[in-house]
């Protein structure tokens, strides 16, 4: 089963990605943690895309697609969940010619609930650790939809859970203008990818307005009615 987690900057697609691939059993690639290890290791790759995220813009596709058609080749381009990818139209085409999807989970959130969970994101300085967590605590109803996002915290503060590395935030989620640079780039130049595949890929829409493991348990009962899953 091939799938794409899509959705905009703080929406929570590598909790769920992650979480999804531990109860499926498939490959999480996500090109963004692939781009922020290299940035953190000072390689050249590195190089050429801090500018970019320094800027709140996207990294350009011949170098994106590049990294993913280098990671999807190392798992024989099956079973997997793609996180962050694709991120333009661009992208999705030159997919499409790599390998099939079967679905994507595209998932739904207001502007002001992305940016209160964006600022209160915190991630594990482990790069081969994927502990996420969330100091804001959401309980608010936008344009009738629900959102109860209790924190995610780390049993000591600071520390994370899974292999006690320290926490940090990521300099693009303290600011807040490069926050809503990140959102208008979403709905430029990342948004059209959903008319892109719109009536070619199954399609499961979900609002982010729960804690993960019921977001999770939705995606999951999904897959099952559109058949993916048993």
Not at 26 to 37: L, P, W
Request: contains cysteine; proline residues 5%; hydrophobic residues 35%.
């Amino acid at each position: 089963m091939n799938l794409i987690i899509f959705g905009p900057p703080g929406s929570g697609k590598g909790t769920y990605a992650s979480r999804l691939e531990s109860k499926l059993g498939i490959k999480r690639i996500a090109t963004g943690d692939i781009f922020r290890d290299e940035i953190k290791k000072n390689t050249e790759l590195g190089k050429k895309v801090v500018k970019f995220y320094n800027r709140g813009e996207l990294v350009p596709d011949y170098i994106t697609i590049e990294v993913l058609r280098k990671a999807l080749e190392e798992i024989v381009k099956k079973n997997f969940i793609l996180d962050g990818f694709p991120r333009t139209v661009e992208q999705a085409k030159a997919l499409e010619k790599i390998v099939k999807i079967d679905a994507i989970i595209n998932i739904l959130a207001h502007e002001e609930i992305l940016i209160e969970k964006t600022q209160a994101r915190r991630i594990c300085s482990n790069t081969k650790c994927d502990g996420n967590y969330n100091l804001a605590d959401i309980r608010k109803t936008i344009d009738n939809i629900e959102y109860i996002l209790p924190p995610i915290l780390p049993k000591k503060p600071g520390i994370c859970d899974k292999c006690g590395s320290e926490l940090y935030q990521r300099a693009d989620d303290e600011d807040l203008e490069l926050i809503k640079r990140r959102l208008r780039v979403y709905e430029e130049q990342s948004k059209p990818v959903i008319f892109f595949y719109k009536g070619k890929v199954r399609f499961i829409d979900i609002y982010m307005n729960r804690p993960p493991e019921q977001i999770v348990e939705r995606i999951l009962q999904e897959l099952k009615n559109i058949g993916l899953l048993p």
